[in-house]
């Protein structure tokens, strides 16, 4: 991807700027919503690696397949509501989204609040609940 490329998580930053440094191990994630966009543009480059390394290990599956066909288009993310749950460590967070993509055509919309949780200066996604 293009030093400028706008970033594939919709913050209106380039990719060089915004996710790439997280994505790479160079910069830490701020906070939850700075991972879940990490994460999404993650699915949009099809990063498995970064995603099970960012994934909390009480819930983190073994693998994860993304060799999907038709493989999903992911074409927009928008964060509805980021708020710190507990500040203290280890602290939680939960990030309320809406990603949107596209499989052979069809358009489909991901709604789901995620749960993390900040260990050794370190965000992490444990979970979510898929809203209807």
Known sequence: ????????CGSGRAFSD???????????????EALMRSRYTAFALQRGDY???TWHPDTRPTTLDLDEEPAPKWIGLEIRRHRLLAAEEP?????????RYRVGGRAYR???????VHVDGRWYYVDGVIHG
């Open 51 to 53: 995603l099970l390394a």
């Open 110 to 116: 991901l709604h789901e609040t995620s749960r993390f």
């Open 18 to 32: 915004c996710c790439a440094p997280v994505i790479a191990g160079n910069t830490p994630a701020a906070d939850a």
């Open 1 to 8: 991807m293009k030093r400028d490329t706008p970033c594939p």
């Open 91 to 99: 602290a939680t967070a939960e990030v309320e989204f809406v990603a």
